[in-house]
């Protein structure tokens, strides 16, 4: 599963031309390509977090959202890594790796599970 920070501190920019959002969003974009390449039945999917935009729900599970399923298909996980907005104005983690522990539903099954969490720092609220 990959993490990815969605909250607004993603949009500041690193140099003239680049903002954290890109940086990450090619780190995903080129780590999906690298794990896929030689790997047809390794599945991948992605949760981004971050705060709710609704104060009222800040801290809670609804920080964190599904973007993908677990899938081998690289042009659904590209389109869906795209469309992430970046809009939670904090940055909370555990929601986000809370939401992703619950896509690998076989705890019996031996194969490897894997979380990798891409964003811009620490984390700034907690559920």
């Known amino acids: 599963m990959l ?3 969605n909250s607004k501190s993603m949009l500041d920019k690193v ?5 954290r959002e890109d940086l990450v969003l090619e ?14 039945e390794l599945k991948i999917g992605v949760v981004s977090f971050s705060t709710n935009s609704d104060i009222s729900k800040e801290g809670t599970s609804e920080d964190a959202k599904l973007i993908s399923n ?7 996980l590209k389109t869906a890594i ?3 907005q970046y ?24 194969t490897h599970k894997y979380i990798i969490v891409l964003s811009d720092g620490v984390p700034n609220v907690a559920i």
């Open 3 to 5: 993490v990815i920070d």
């Open 70 to 76: 677990l899938t081998n298909d690289y042009s659904k």
């Open 15 to 19: 140099s003239d031309t680049k903002t």
């Open 82 to 84: 795209s469309n992430i």
């Open 27 to 40: 780190s995903a974009q080129t780590l999906i390509t690298n794990l896929l390449k030689n790997n047809s």
């Open 87 to 110: 809009d939670g104005p904090r940055t909370d983690l555990q929601a986000g790796i809370s939401l992703a522990k619950t896509q690998f539903t076989d705890k019996t099954d031996k």
